[in-house]
C-alpha cells in the first residue's frame, strides 16, 4: 500500500512540474530610449598589466621566431620561469626574452 502511495504521489508531482517546464517565457522587454549609451572599451593593450603586456610581447616574439604551438610556448615560459631546465630549454637559450 505505501509503494502505491508512493508511486500515486510520484505522478502527481510529475504532473504538476512537467507543464511548468513548457511554459514559454515573455520575451525581454524592448530598451527604453532613456537608456545611456554604453562607451567603448579601451583597446587591450591599456587593459593590461604591464607583467601581462610584457607577455604579449614575449608571444609575439616567439610566433615571429617559429614557436606557434600552444607547447612550444608553454616550454619557453616553464624555462622563463625555471620550472624547465635542460635539453627542451634549448630555444629559450636561442632567444633570450626582450627586455
Known amino acids: 500500500m505505501a509503494l502505491r502511495g508512493s508511486s500515486a504521489?510520484?505522478?502527481?508531482?510529475?504532473l504538476a512540474v512537467v507543464?511548468?517546464?513548457?511554459?514559454q517565457q515573455a520575451p525581454a522587454p524592448a530598451p527604453t530610449s532613456s537608456a545611456v549609451p554604453v562607451s567603448?572599451?579601451?583597446p587591450p593593450a591599456q587593459t593590461?598589466?604591464?607583467s601581462q603586456q610584457r607577455n604579449e610581447r614575449i608571444r609575439?616574439?616567439?610566433?615571429?621566431?617559429?614557436?606557434t604551438s600552444n607547447s612550444c610556448v608553454q616550454a619557453y615560459f616553464a624555462c622563463l620561469d625555471g620550472y624547465l631546465t635542460g635539453e627542451a630549454c634549448q630555444f629559450f637559450r636561442d632567444h633570450p626574452p626582450p627586455p
Request: charge should be neutral; charged fraction near 0%.
Open 40 to 42: 567603448s572599451a579601451p
Open 60 to 67: 609575439g616574439m616567439l610566433y615571429t621566431a617559429g614557436c
Open 19 to 23: 507543464p511548468g517546464c513548457a511554459a
Open 9 to 14: 504521489a510520484a505522478v502527481l508531482l510529475a
Open 48 to 50: 593590461l598589466a604591464p
